[in-house]
């Protein structure tokens, strides 16, 4: 299985990197294949401009999905969204590893989805959701909180995670084709002792060892 994993966080000694390290560990001792992209160190620009292609559809006026449908079109991408690109077409399994924040996704991340996610490439009229470009793929959101499960309930103080994770599973994931698998989420991991961490990367361990036969969630598409 090719796996491609994208990941946001700044601190290579964070718990978010110690979940990115676990996974590329057990997913290669496993035999898959795995593929990083590392944001920050990469210097990944998340910011969208005529810089994300070589061609160009109009030179007076800049409409990001019309250059996206352009550029797909002859081959019009700039090498870094051409990378990306290629990654995901290539993946069996993409897994984004980020920190929560502001009940969404870190900047450079947000940022990666809108350049390398291209219309006419990745997506177009009538070729979303069922029909998606990446209907044979799955994907699953690997994220930490500052806060605690109970406060992400449906009645806790910041509202139903499953709520905040809807636009990205369903609007971004789905949309594309696809098939979701459940979010594998840490909470209040500022809260943490060594104890719990070391619990917490075993298990998200044994889940990587026993993905391959997962069921996807989510999976009511239009």
Same mark, same amino acid.
């Given at each position: %299985?090719?796996?491609?994993?994208?990941?946001? $966080?700044?601190?290579?000694?964070?718990?978010?990197?110690?979940?990115?390290?676990?996974?590329?560990?057990?997913?290669? #001792?496993?035999?898959?294949?795995?593929?990083?992209?590392?944001?920050?160190?990469?210097?990944?620009?998340?910011?969208?401009?005529? $810089?994300?292609?070589?061609?160009?559809?109009?030179?007076?006026?800049?409409?990001?999905?019309?250059?996206?449908?352009?550029?797909?079109?002859?081959?019009?991408?700039?090498?870094?969204?051409? &990378?990306?690109?290629?990654?995901?077409? +290539?993946?069996?399994?993409?897994?984004?590893?980020?920190?929560?924040?502001?009940?969404?996704?870190? +900047?450079?991340?947000?940022?990666?989805? #809108?350049?390398?996610?291209?219309?006419?490439?990745?997506?177009?009229?009538?070729?979303?959701?069922?029909?998606?470009?990446?209907?044979?793929?799955?994907?699953?959101?690997?994220?930490?909180?500052?806060? $605690?499960?109970?406060?992400?309930?449906?009645?806790?103080?910041?509202?139903?995670? #499953?709520? %905040?994770?809807?636009?990205?599973?369903?609007?971004?994931?789905?949309?594309?084709?696809?098939?979701?698998? +459940?979010?594998?989420?840490?909470?209040?991991?500022?809260?943490?002792? #060594?104890?719990?961490?070391?619990? +917490?990367?075993?298990?998200?361990?044994?889940?990587?060892?026993?993905?391959?036969?997962? &069921?996807?969630?989510?999976?009511?598409?239009?």
């Amino acid at each position: %299985m090719n796996v491609f994993i994208v990941y946001a $966080h700044a601190e290579p000694a964070s718990f978010n990197g110690a979940a990115l390290q676990t996974a590329v560990n057990t997913l290669s #001792d496993a035999g898959h294949s795995v593929t990083v992209s590392n944001l920050y160190a990469m210097g990944f620009n998340p910011v969208s401009g005529r $810089h994300n292609f070589t061609s160009e559809w109009d030179p007076d006026y800049f409409k990001q999905q019309a250059e996206e449908t352009h550029a797909s079109a002859i081959d019009g991408f700039s090498e870094d969204i051409e &990378t990306e690109l290629a990654r995901v077409e +290539a993946c069996d399994l993409m897994i984004w590893q980020f920190p929560l924040w502001w009940f969404g996704l870190p +900047a450079i991340l947000k940022g990666w989805v #809108d350049r390398v996610f291209a219309m006419g490439r990745v997506y177009e009229y009538g070729r979303i959701y069922k029909t998606g470009a990446f209907r044979n793929k799955r994907a699953l959101l690997s994220l930490t909180t500052g806060g $605690h499960a109970a406060e992400f309930a449906r009645n806790g103080v910041y509202g139903d995670i #499953d709520s %905040m994770l809807w636009p990205i599973q369903h609007g971004i994931l789905q949309f594309t084709g696809f098939s979701v698998l +459940a979010p594998h989420i840490v909470f209040g991991v500022p809260w943490l002792d #060594d104890s719990a961490r070391i619990a +917490a990367l075993a298990g998200w361990r044994m889940r990587l060892n026993a993905i391959e036969g997962e &069921t996807p969630v989510n999976t009511v598409l239009l």
